[in-house]
Structures are given as structure tokens and as C-alpha cells.
């Protein structure tokens, strides 16, 4: 049997780089490749150029050791090739944004690096796609892949979709829920059993599927995880208008074990690179292949999702006595989620900036995503704590759910306010401890 003992990974962003990383911690001699040269320098260095708790230390440890390498040649990758130490295994992890102007997604990079990696090989290699795409594309590539080839019909494409949450992305990829293999052919299969042996020995479940049920996996998991949550968010639509509390009904629902609690929390709604752009590619494939009837639902998932935004917005303004203009509005958050620095479509930011437009003044704090924010959103100020950020404001609002947020002594807030407001977009703070403390206190879906 061959033994894989050198891993490639093309693309460090978010998913690649803790791939990369993971992958070395277990023992595998591993390249990361990426076109962009300063992203390189800098996790050569050790550093990352985004934040998920303890990929730093990883990553620099794993450098140390000497068996974490990265590069910007396409040609380093083919030439960190299977030899008497085993064979390698090629991990494709670039992005695949929405389609400018559409759902669809587009799969300009995924393509880009195959066009750019078959015409270097001349032995036969397998190719692991791990990026999120629409199904089909894997069977697609695969015939671009060998017509560039000099291998031609030996090389060999499979699809390992990944399921990793910002801010617990090392331990889902070395302790996942399960792993999920779409292969055409026997050797593929062993090939990627033996990768991830460290994993299955400990108890991992892995299921071995087609190309395009293992392509359909991600897609279908996060149209799950939007649905449910949209659910609870229209539910709390439902309980403002009854006079009924969300959080009551949620924890009810909650007990049910058919239901469960997991991402049944009632909010601000889902934002980040994922669930928005892979539910919207979910339903363009499906059109494209004549069933879009079945994820119609998903348009009104994805509504309710948008109008948490708006709602929050109505709700800050009635704090602000039917105006804006002439406030100060403290966010709290800036990023699509905690422990992360994220802010690809956050609702946060979202949020912030229509305020801004309607003649408040809007000061951020987020205690990450800072300067990722500012980057996309200039025009907004930022602050440096949370306190510095509440400063002679009309009202809070509470965004992201940090635990640091949660910790905060509603009294020592009080005391640099302008007015006592809270509304808490996240239903996360203690409704009790801001009222003793003297504030106003609204949230979603709470009488």
C-alpha cells in the first residue's frame, strides 16, 4: 500500500492555512502554496494574516518544526512530489465567492489552479478539492484536469468538503463531527483513508460518497443551518407581534430533542463568507438543473435572515425617539461572529453603516475586528474598548456576542452614557442586570 507522507495545499486563506497547519501537527510533511506573496511571507514568518483562536501558535510551531513550508510557485507544488518517502496528496482549499451581479458561485480560482497545476504534471497525482462548489463542478474539473495534464486519465480529482466554524476551525478539523470523501475510483479513496488515518483511529466517522453527493454535503448542511435559524427568527417576528418572548419559546423548542438548541438562538441573523453566498449558490444550481422548486424556500430563508437587519434598525431608531439624526450610536461588534475577525457580510457592520447614512453618529468596538472593519468601513469611527465606544451615547447596541461584552457591569456603562439604552441584537446580555442598572432594555422578539 502506499504510505502519504507529503500533503500540498493550494490556497491559504482561512480554510487552507488551518488545513495546512493541521495537517503538519499530525505528522505530514505539508506546502502551502498561494499566488499572493506578502500572505506568504508572513505565515513563512509564522503569522497569520487573520485571527482564529491558536492558529499563530500553530502555525509557527509547525514552521519550527520544519514541517510547515509555504511558497508562491505552482512549480513547487508539482515538485513536492510522491517519491521513495510516499506519495502526495494535493489539496485544492481557494475561494469561491458569489458571482458579482448573481447567486451563482463563481469558480474562476478553483479553475484558475488547475489550469495552472495539470500542465505540471507528468506522473499521475491525486487532487483533493476542499473549497465549496456548486455539484457537478468536481466531474467538470476532472475532465479539464486531464485534457491539460501530460498524466492525461491517470490523474485522479476527488472532493473532501469541510465543515469548520470560524473561531473552533483547529478543533474541527482535527476532532470533526465527520469526515466526507466523494471519490470515482478505488485508489482515491485509499488514498485519503490513509490521510486522514490519524482521525478515523480516533474515532472519527467517515463516509466515502460520490463526487456530487460529497459537493452537495456542504451546500445541503448550510442550507440546514440558515433554515434554523431563520426559523427561530421568524419566530421572533411572530412573538413581537403576540407580545410572547423568543427566548422563552426557543428554550422550549429547545427541550425537544428532535428539534435541539444548537443555532436556535433568535438574533441579528447569520452573515460571513458562507451560509449568505452558499445558500443563494444553492438555489442557482438547482435552477440550472431544473430544480429550483425544490430550495424555493430558501429565498424566504434567506428574507427573514435580511430583515433581522432592518428590524434592528427600526428598533434603534424608536430608542432614538423616531430620529437619528444629531445621536451617538455605540456598536458593539464588528465582526459576523465572535472569536473571529471576520467581517465578510456581517449584519454587525451592516447595520452600523445604515445608521451612519441616517445622520447618527456611529462608534465601533470590536475586540478583534477592529481593523478589518475599518478597512471595509471607513467612514465609521472606531473605538478602543467598550466603555471608550459608549461614550455620551443615546443608545448601545449590542451586535456581536462577545464573552467580553457579556462580562461588562451594566452600572459602569451607566456611568458614561448619555442615555440609558441597550438593545441587545443578539439576545445575549442579562435583561435583568441592565434594568436594575437603570437602562431601557430591548432586544428581538422580547416583550
Not at 497545476?117 to 466531474?139: Q, Y
Not at 466554524?165 to 469526515?179: H, K, N, S, V, Y
Request: with cysteine; glycine share 8%; proline share 5%.
Amino acid at each position: 500500500m502506499v504510505v502519504v507522507k507529503r500533503i500540498t495545499v493550494i490556497g491559504t486563506g482561512y480554510l487552507g492555512a488551518v488545513h495546512a497547519a493541521c495537517m503538519a501537527s499530525l505528522g505530514y510533511e505539508v506546502l502551502g502554496m498561494d499566488v499572493n506573496s506578502e500572505k506568504i511571507a508572513a505565515l513563512a514568518a509564522g503569522r497569520t494574516p487573520f485571527f482564529e483562536p491558536g492558529l499563530d501558535e500553530l502555525v509557527a510551531e509547525q514552521v519550527s518544526s520544519g514541517r510547515l513550508r509555504f511558497t508562491d510557485s505552482f512549480a513547487d507544488v508539482a515538485a513536492f512530489g510522491g517519491d521513495e518517502r510516499g506519495q502526495t496528496v494535493h489539496f485544492l482549499c481557494v475561494n469561491t465567492p458569489q458571482r458579482k451581479g448573481e447567486y451563482a458561485a463563481d469558480t474562476a480560482y478553483i479553475e484558475s489552479a488547475i489550469d495552472n497545476l495539470a500542465p505540471l504534471f507528468d506522473v499521475p497525482a491525486l487532487i483533493v478539492g476542499k473549497s465549496t462548489v456548486p455539484a457537478g463542478t468536481a466531474a467538470r474539473l476532472t475532465t479539464r484536469l486531464r485534457d491539460l495534464s501530460p498524466a492525461g486519465e491517470a490523474m485522479r480529482l476527488a472532493w473532501n468538503p469541510e465543515f469548520l466554524q470560524e473561531g473552533r476551525a483547529i478543533e474541527d478539523t482535527l476532532r470533526p463531527d465527520r469526515l466526507v470523501i466523494g471519490v470515482a475510483d478505488e485508489q482515491s479513496e485509499q488514498d485519503l483513508r490513509e490521510v486522514y488515518k490519524p482521525l478515523t483511529e480516533a474515532g472519527v466517522p467517515l463516509q466515502v460518497t460520490s463526487l456530487a453527493t460529497s459537493e452537495l454535503v456542504k451546500s445541503a448542511a448550510n442550507a440546514f443551518l440558515s433554515t434554523k435559524i431563520s426559523f427561530i427568527n421568524a419566530m421572533a417576528e411572530v412573538c413581537e407581534a403576540a407580545g410572547a418572548d423568543v427566548m422563552q419559546l426557543s428554550q422550549a423548542l429547545s427541550l425537544d430533542p428532535r428539534i435541539g438548541g444548537r443555532f436556535l438562538v433568535p438574533g441579528l441573523g447569520f452573515g460571513g463568507g458562507c451560509l449568505p453566498k452558499d445558500i443563494r449558490a444553492f438555489m442557482a444550481r438547482a435552477g440550472e438543473l431544473g430544480a429550483d422548486q425544490a430550495l424555493a424556500f430558501l429565498k424566504e430563508v434567506d428574507a427573514i435572515n435580511m430583515r433581522r437587519r432592518a428590524r434592528t434598525i427600526d428598533l434603534a431608531r424608536e430608542q432614538c425617539d423616531g430620529s437619528f439624526l444629531g445621536k451617538r450610536i455605540a456598536v458593539w461588534g464588528a465582526a459576523f461572529k465572535p472569536d473571529t475577525d471576520d467581517v465578510r457580510d456581517s449584519p454587525a457592520l451592516n447595520v452600523a453603516a445604515s445608521i451612519l447614512l441616517q445622520g447618527a453618529q456611529v462608534t465601533v468596538y470590536d475586540p478583534k475586528a477592529n481593523d478589518t472593519a475599518a478597512k471595509t468601513f471607513p467612514t465609521l469611527h472606531y473605538a478602543d474598548s467598550a466603555l471608550e465606544a459608549a461614550q455620551g451615547a443615546n443608545v448601545i447596541l449590542h451586535l456581536t456576542e462577545w464573552r467580553e461584552f457579556r462580562a461588562l457591569d451594566p452600572h459602569a456603562v451607566a456611568e458614561v452614557v448619555a442615555e440609558k439604552r441597550v438593545l441587545d441584537g443578539r439576545n445575549a446580555l442579562d435583561p435583568d442586570l441592565w434594568r436594575n442598572a437603570g437602562f431601557t432594555y430591548r432586544a428581538l422578539g422580547r416583550p
